[in-house]
């Protein structure tokens, strides 16, 4: 129950992209579940998560069932990545030995992700998957890499301290998401200014071709 709730906070706290879409650290929290309790986490964490941004967003229900099916998918890949590279439960393999498959992990879950989102996207816009990518999602690629080391000490933080554990550990997750905010409203803000600037330059341009008519 602690990581659905912890999965819902995250995704009404997303942070939204310029205007294409939703991004938010509650990838942590599903990979944690998933590293804990297999599929019974990952189910419920999808869940939460799916019914999360239809809620926030007041999206359809079928889009609902694929945001709750991308999520299944990815981070089940995911935690099949994981469980391939460390072979036994993350109980009996030392930190050392787990940090790359975590962070293997986080980018097989962004790839997963981004590639049906991609996918779908190209089909309701009628562009080319590849460049809805290149345009929109492919500078997130580092941040999923941290993301999947940061589900692994979450993970490790609940089985060695319970719950407290979660909740402190949280806080390096918090502030990323806090500066990744920051980061898009600062940029949201330069572009703002730069289209006021082409929007008084394109008005300066007509006036002066009508003065000069």
């Keep these: 129950s602690l990581f659905v709730v912890m999965t819902v906070i995250a995704e009404f706290l997303a942070v939204d992209v310029s205007g ?9 929290i599903i990979l ?5 309790y297999g599929a019974l986490g990952i189910v419920t964490t999808a869940l939460a998560f799916a019914i999360s941004v ?14 709750f ?10 935690r099949w990545s994981f469980g391939a590279l460390t072979a036994e439960p993350i ?15 986080g980018l097989v879950f962004y790839v ?20 809805i990518w290149h345009s929109d999602y492919r500078w997130l690629w580092p941040h999923y890499i941290v993301l999947g080391a940061l589900a692994l000490i979450v993970a ?19 502030m990323m998401h806090l500066a990744i905010k920051q980061y898009m409203d600062r940029t949201t803000i330069y572009v703002d200014e730069l289209r006021q ?11 002066t071709l009508q003065a000069l008519t």
């Design 54 to 67: 239809g809620i926030k967003a007041h999206s359809p229900l079928h889009r609902v069932c694929f945001n």
């Design 91 to 105: 109980q009996q393999v030392p930190f050392a030995a787990m940090l790359v498959p975590g962070m293997v992990a």
């Design 156 to 174: 490790l933080g609940y089985l060695h301290f319970g719950p407290l554990g979660v909740v402190v550990l949280m806080a390096p997750v918090a």
């Design 20 to 28: 294409r879409g939703k991004t938010s650290v509650a990838v942590v």
């Design 32 to 36: 944690s579940a998933a590293l804990l």
């Design 112 to 131: 997963i992700n981004h590639a049906l989102l991609c996918l779908i996207r190209g089909v309701a816009e009628q562009r080319p998957p590849w460049q």
């Design 69 to 78: 099916g991308a999520v299944l998918l990815s981070a089940e890949g995911a």
């Design 197 to 207: 600037l082409n929007d008084q330059l394109a008005g300066s341009y007509e006036a």
